[in-house]
C-alpha cells in the first residue's frame, strides 16, 4: 500500500515536471486573506489574472494576522521553494529583500508608472536598493473612531475635536448606560490605538521622532508620559471583560449599540459593511480627535520573489493586475482600505473611504503620512513588538504609571534596537 | 506479600456477609464520579454541538450554554461542501484524503518501528541498550519550531535531489513529495514516543517467555510476531491514538511544507476556515467544521478502543 | 515488590543458556540492527539539530539564520530578563508559568488519569462509552475547542453569566480575565485536554498486567486498597514514566493553547517559554534569543528529566 503510494506520488510530481521548458501560466500565492470580504477580494485578482491566462495556485495559511503564513514563508525559502508572491508586512519585505531572495519588478514599474503614483512612504517598503520588490495592495490607516450613530444621537453627542471633547463625549455616553468604549485586550489592538493617542497628545512631528525616528529625546519626554495618561484615561471607560476580545468582537459591540466608539484601523469598515450598515446613518467615521491632517498608515503588500525565468512572466502579471486601477479601486471598496495609488477615481467608495483617499492625497503632499509603530510600520518587528509589550502591560496594570512605562518603553525599544 | 506467588488457597476468605450492600454501594459510587467526569469532558462538547446547530442570530443574542430554539443543519452542510479555504470555496472535504494519505503511512511507519525498539530495548538488552533508550527518550523534547527550518532546508535539498532523478532516471522516487515529507518527518518525530510506549509496556512483560521461545529455537521476528504482538494489543491501541492524533492535528509543519493546494492537510485547512482575521466569525460552521475534522480521529478511538480487552498474558504462560 | 517478579520466574522452567552459533551469532546482531535505523535518524534530525540550534544562540542571527559566531549576547538578554520581575519581563512570566502550568498539568492529570483508569477497569458497563467520551478532547483541534472554553470561561458569556441568569448572582469568575490568575484557565483546559489519554495510557498498563497476580492478591484477601497500593501501582511504574514523558513534552510544548485561550493573557501574562520562542525566532525575528532561549528551556529538561530517567532506567538487579 505504502509502495503503491510512493509510486502514485512519484509519477504525480514527474508529471508536474514535463511542462517546465516554457512559461509557466501559473502564479503561485502564499497569503492568510481566508476569509468572507477579504478572500471575495483577492477572488478579483484571480480572475482579473485567469482572463490572461494565468492560473492560481493558492496557498492560504491563516491564523495570528499573518505570523502562521510568515513562519510557513520562511520555511519555504528555507527549503528554496519561493512561492510567486507572498503577502507581507513592511519591514519582512525588507528583510527578505537584503535576504538576497526578492526578485526585480523596476521594468514593470517603470512602465506603468508606479514610481509617480504610489505614495512616497509606501515606496520606502516596497523599494529596496532601488529595485521594485513588492506590490502595495492597498493603504490601511488606524487613526479613525467608528461610532455607532444611534447612540451617538441618543446622548446627544456631536464629533469630537480634541482628546478632552473625546473624553467628555466618553463621559456622556457612560452617564447614558452605554459601555463608551469598546476595545479588545490584545496587545496589537492596544498599541494602535495608542499609536493614535501619541499623535493626537504630540502632533505629527512627535509622532514621527518617536515612533518613526525612534529618537531616544522624544521616547523619554514627558509628551510621552503625558500620552501614557491619556492612555490610562481612555482605558477606564472600557468594560471590565475587554481583555483578550477580538477586535471584531469589539466592532460588533458598537454595531450592536452596546458601545459608543471604537478606535481601530479602517479593516473596520468592513464588519460594519457585512452587517449592512451604512456610513452617516447607521455609523459615523472620524478620525482620532486631534489628528486631522494626519495619517498613520499600514499596508498590505504582494512581495515578489526571486522565481525562476519560466515563472516571471506570470508574476509580472500578477503585479500589474495587483495595481491596476480597477482592481486597486474594487479591492479597497470592498476591504475598507484606500487604494495604494492616488490617482484612483474615488468614485465607488462610501463617504468614509472618500475621505480616506482625500486625507492620504493629503497626508502624502502635506508630509504627515506615517508608518505604523503598532503595525509594524514604524520600526522593525523586534522594536514593535516590544513597544507592544510595554502599551499592553500598561493597560493591564503590569506596569502601574506613566513614569515607569516611559521607561520601561525606552529600555525595551534600547533593547531590541 | 510472598503470598501472590502461591496458587490459589480454596479456602480463601469470602466477603463478608453484609458485603452485597457494601458492593451495591461501591458501584453506585463508581458509577457517579464516572458520569460526573464525563460531565465535565462534555461540557465544552456541548457548547459546540449547540452552537453548531444554532443560526448566527441566535449565537450573538442568546446564552452560549442553551439549547438552539431553532436547530439547522445548515452549518454542517456549508462546513461539509461549501465554507472557504483560502479562495476555493468547496467546504473541507476535500481535505480528508490529504490528510489520510500522510497519517496512515506515518502512524503505521512509527507504531511498528515503534514495537520493534521496544522489543530490542527490553528482551534483547545490550551493552548501552538503556544509553540508547534515554537518548532517544529526550528527543521527546526538542521543541518543532526549531526543527522547522533546518529540516525544511534539508527537505530543500532532498526536494532538488529528487528534481535530478526525475531528470536522470526518470522518477524521483517521491523525493521531494510533500506529502512524503510530511510522512518522513512524523516518523521522525514520533518514534521517541512510540519506542517508549512499547518498551515501557514491554519492560513489565515476563522475559522469561521469550527466553522459553528462544531455547525452542524461535527467532528474533518469530518472536515478536508469535508471543510480543497479540499481548500487545491495549499499548497499540494507546500508542495508534496517540498518534494517528497528533499526527492529524499537527499545523506547524503541515503549513511549512504542505501548505500548497493539492496536498495541504485538513488541519491546514480547517485553520484556514475557523482563524480568520476579519469578518464576521462564523461560529456554527467552525464549530460545526471541528467536529467534522476530527470525526477520523475519533473513528479511530472507538474502533481501536475494541481491542482495549485485558492481555493474554495468562494464557500464553500456559499455553 | 519483587515478589512479583519471582513469581514470574518460578512460572518458567530453568533453562540453560543455548550455545553460541552462526545463527546465535546473527540473532545478537539483529536486534541492533533493527535499532539502528531509528536511533540513526533520531541522531542526525534531533540532535543534530540541537547542536545547530546551539549554534545560533551565539550567532547573530535575526530573520535568517546567519552563521557568523558573534558571542552570548543572547543569553546576556535572557539572563538580565530573568530578574526583571516588576513589571514582569516577558521571559519571567514564561518560565514562572512553565513552573506554575508544568507542575500542576502533570500532577493532576497524572492523579486524575490513574483514578479513572482504575474506576473504568472494574468492570464497568458501557466502557465502550465511557472511554472515547474522556478520550476525544485530544482528538479536536484546539484552534476550535479554544473558542469554545473561551466562550465558558468568559464571564461575560459563559458559567458566570449562566449561573447569573439561573439567579446566583453572587457567583464570580473571571480567572480568564485576571493577568495573575489567567495560568489556571490553561491548565484547566489542558487537563481537559490530555487526562483522557493519560487514562488510556494506565488503562493499557492495568490490561497489561497479569490477571492472575490480582486474582492471586485478592484471594488472599487484599483489600482492594491495598492490591492497588501494594501491587498494581508498583507495576504501573513504566506507565508512570511513559505518561510523564508524554505530559512533560505537552506541557513544553503548549502554545496552541495559551494563544487559542486566552491570546497570551492581558499584558502576556499567560505566556510559556514556548510563546516566547515562537514569538522571538519567528515574529520579532530575533532568531539568537529564540535559540537561545530553545537551549535554556532543553537544558532545564536535562536538568529536571536526566535524574528521573537515570532512576528509572539503571539496571535494576534483576
Not at chain 2, 461540557?43 to 449565537?59: G, H
Not at chain 2, 470555496?89 to 525498539?117: D, E, H, Q, R
Amino acid at each position: 500500500m505504502l509502495r503503491k503510494l510512493l509510486i502514485g506520488t512519484a509519477l504525480a510530481s514527474g508529471l508536474a515536471f514535463t511542462a517546465h521548458a516554457e512559461d509557466v501560466k501559473e502564479v503561485q500565492m502564499l497569503h492568510w486573506w481566508t476569509s468572507g470580504g477579504e478572500a471575495a477580494a483577492l477572488n478579483v485578482l484571480k480572475g482579473d489574472l485567469a482572463k490572461e491566462g494565468y492560473a492560481w495556485k493558492d496557498v492560504p495559511v491563516a491564523g495570528g494576522g499573518g505570523d502562521a503564513a510568515m513562519t510557513a514563508l520562511k520555511a519555504m525559502v528555507a527549503a528554496g521553494n519561493y512561492p510567486t508572491a507572498s503577502q507581507m508586512l513592511g519591514y519582512t519585505v525588507l528583510d527578505y529583500a537584503a535576504a538576497g531572495v526578492m526578485g526585480d519588478l523596476t521594468e514593470t514599474a517603470k512602465k506603468e508608472g508606479w514610481d509617480k503614483s504610489v505614495p512616497a512612504a509606501l515606496q520606502k517598503f516596497s523599494v529596496y536598493e532601488g529595485k521594485w520588490v513588492a506590490a502595495p495592495v492597498n493603504v490601511h490607516s488606524v487613526n479613525w473612531l467608528w461610532i455607532n450613530k444611534a447612540v451617538m444621537d441618543k446622548i446627544g453627542g456631536a464629533e469630537p475635536k480634541t482628546f478632552d471633547d473625546f473624553i467628555a463625549l466618553l463621559d456622556k455616553a457612560k452617564a447614558a448606560g452605554v459601555i463608551p468604549l469598546a476595545l479588545g485586550g490584545q496587545n496589537w489592538q492596544e498599541a494602535t490605538m495608542f499609536d493614535s493617542v501619541v499623535l493626537s497628545t504630540g502632533g505629527p512631528e512627535f509622532y514621527k521622532k518617536a515612533f518613526n525616528d525612534l529618537d531616544d529625546a522624544s521616547l523619554k519626554s514627558d509628551t510621552m508620559k503625558k500620552s501614557f495618561d491619556n492612555l490610562a484615561k481612555l482605558v477606564t471607560y472600557v468594560d471590565p471583560n475587554f481583555s483578550g476580545r477580538d477586535w471584531n468582537l469589539a466592532t460588533a459591540m458598537v454595531i450592536k449599540g452596546d458601545a459608543l466608539v471604537q478606535v481601530m484601523g479602517d479593516w473596520a469598515k468592513g464588519e460594519f459593511h457585512a452587517a449592512n450598515k451604512t456610513p452617516g446613518t447607521d455609523f459615523l467615521c472620524y478620525r482620532f480627535p486631534g489628528t486631522d491632517g494626519s495619517v498613520i498608515y499600514n499596508s498590505d503588500m504582494f512581495g515578489m520573489f526571486n522565481v525562476p525565468d519560466d515563472r516571471k512572466a506570470a508574476q509580472v502579471a500578477l503585479a500589474t493586475a495587483t495595481l491596476s486601477k480597477s482592481f486597486q479601486s474594487a479591492f479597497n471598496v470592498v476591504k475598507g482600505s484606500v487604494p495604494a495609488r492616488t490617482d484612483v477615481p474615488d468614485t465607488d467608495f462610501d463617504a468614509c473611504g472618500k475621505k480616506g483617499i482625500a486625507d492620504l492625497k493629503a497626508a502624502n503632499d502635506g508630509g504627515t503620512l506615517f508608518g505604523s509603530l503598532a503595525q509594524g510600520y514604524g520600526a522593525p518587528p523586534a522594536v514593535a513588538n516590544a513597544y507592544k509589550d510595554v502599551v499592553s502591560k500598561f493597560v493591564h496594570g503590569q506596569i502601574k504609571t506613566s513614569d515607569e512605562a516611559v521607561t520601561e518603553l525606552v529600555k525595551a525599544i534600547d533593547d531590541a534596537k | 506479600m510472598s503470598t501472590v506467588a502461591t496458587p490459589a488457597r480454596p479456602t480463601a476468605s469470602r466477603q463478608a456477609s453484609g458485603g452485597m450492600n457494601v458492593k451495591l454501594v461501591n458501584r453506585i459510587v463508581i458509577y457517579g464520579l464516572l458520569a460526573l467526569f464525563a460531565l465535565f469532558y462534555l461540557m465544552p462538547l456541548f457548547v459546540m454541538l449547540v452552537t453548531s446547530f444554532k443560526t448566527m442570530d441566535e449565537i450573538q443574542n442568546g446564552n452560549m450554554l442553551s439549547l438552539p430554539k431553532a436547530p439547522t443543519f445548515d452549518p454542517w452542510l456549508k462546513a461539509w461542501g461549501e465554507t472557504c479555504v483560502g479562495l476555493t470555496c468547496a467546504g473541507i472535504k476535500g481535505y480528508f484524503w490529504n490528510s489520510i494519505k500522510m497519517v496512515v503511512p506515518a502512524v503505521i511507519i512509527s507504531t511498528l518501528l515503534g514495537a520493534l525498539n521496544g522489543y530490542v530495548l527490553t528482551k534483547w538488552r545490550f551493552r548501552g541498550a538503556t544509553l540508547v533508550f534515554g537518548l532517544m527518550l529526550f528527543a521527546c523534547f526538542i521543541p518543532f519550531q526549531s526543527v522547522l527550518l533546518p529540516m525544511a532546508t534539508i527537505l530543500g535539498s532532498v526536494g532538488r535531489f529528487g528534481v535530478t532523478l526525475q531528470n536522470s532516471i526518470g522518477t524521483s522516487l517521491g523525493l521531494g513529495n510533500s506529502t512524503v515529507n510530511l510522512v518522513f518527518v512524523h516518523v521522525v518525530y514520533g518514534i521517541g514516543f512510540t519506542t517508549l510506549f512499547f518498551r515501557n509496556y514491554y519492560e513489565a512483560f515476563p522475559t522469561e517467555l521469550v527466553k522459553a521461545a528462544q531455547v525452542d529455537g524461535a527467532s528474533f521476528f518469530q518472536i515478536f510476531r508469535r508471543i510480543m504482538l497479540p499481548n500487545s494489543m491495549p499499548i497499540f491501541v494507546v500508542t495508534v491514538i496517540y498518534q494517528f492524533t497528533n499526527i492529524w492535528n499537527d499545523f506547524l509543519f503541515a503549513s511549512a511544507y504542505a501548505g500548497t493546494g493539492d496536498s495541504m492537510p485538513m488541519t491546514v485547512a480547517l485553520n484556514n476556515v475557523v482563524n480568520t482575521s476579519t469578518g464576521v466569525v462564523e461560529y456554527n460552521v467552525n464549530m460545526a467544521a471541528a467536529m467534522i475534522a476530527a470525526l477520523p480521529t475519533l473513528l479511530v478511538y472507538v474502533l481501536a478502543g475494541r481491542y482495549f480487552v485485558r492481555g493474554l498474558m495468562a494464557g500464553a504462560v500456559k499455553g | 515488590m519483587s515478589t512479583v517478579a519471582t513469581s514470574q520466574i518460578k512460572l518458567t522452567p530453568e533453562h540453560a543458556r543455548p550455545r553460541a552459533s552462526v545463527r546465535s551469532r546473527l540473532q545478537d546482531a539483529l536486534p541492533k540492527l533493527v535499532l539502528a535505523p531509528s536511533f540513526a535518524i533520531t541522531i542526525v534530525f534531533v540532535y543534530g539539530f540541537i547542536l545547530w540550534t546551539i549554534y545560533l544562540s551565539f550567532t547573530n542571527s535575526k530573520t535568517f539564520p546567519s552563521y557568523v559566531i558573534s558571542g552570548s549576547r543572547a543569553y546576556q538578554r535572557l539572563w538580565g530578563w530573568t530578574f526583571d520581575t516588576d513589571p514582569p519581563s516577558s521571559w519571567y512570566t514564561s518560565i514562572t508559568n512553565m513552573g506554575i502550568f508544568g507542575f500542576l498539568y502533570i500532577l493532576i492529570c497524572l492523579a486524575l488519569g490513574l483514578f479513572l483508569a482504575i474506576l473504568l477497569d472494574q468492570k464497568i458497563r458501557g466502557e465502550g462509552v465511557l472511554r472515547p467520551i474522556y478520550l476525544y478532547p485530544m482528538a479536536l483541534s484546539f484552534i476550535v475547542t479554544g473558542v469554545a472554553w473561551k466562550w465558558f470561561l468568559d464571564p461575560g458569556l459563559g458559567l458566570e453569566q449562566t449561573l447569573h441568569q439561573w439567579g446566583w448572582t453572587s457567583f464570580h469568575f473571571d480567572w480568564i480575565k485576571n493577568k495573575d490568575f489567567v495560568i489556571y484557565t490553561v491548565v484547566i483546559a489542558g487537563v481537559w485536554q490530555a487526562s483522557g489519554f493519560i487514562m488510556a495510557m494506565f488503562l493499557a498498563g492495568l490490561r497489561g498486567i497479569d490477571g492472575e497476580i490480582m486474582k492471586a492478591a485478592q484471594i488472599d484477601g487484599a483489600t482492594t486498597f491495598q492490591l492497588y497500593r501494594r501491587i498494581v501501582i508498583p507495576l504501573l511504574r513504566p506507565i508512570f514514566l511513559s505518561a510523564f514523558i508524554v505530559l512533560a513534552h505537552l506541557a513544553i510544548k503548549s502554545y496552541d493553547l495559551v494563544v487559542a485561550l486566552t491570546s497570551g493573557g492581558p499584558g502576556g501574562s499567560a505566556w510559556l517559554p514556548s510563546n516566547f520562542m515562537y514569538e522571538y525566532t519567528f515574529k520579532r525575528n530575533e532568531m539568537a534569543v529564540g535559540s537561545a532561549s530553545a537551549v535554556i528551556m532543553l537544558m532545564t529538561i536535562v536538568a529536571i528529566i536526566v535524574p528521573y530517567l537515570y532512576s528509572e532506567l539503571r539496571e535494576k538487579p534483576r
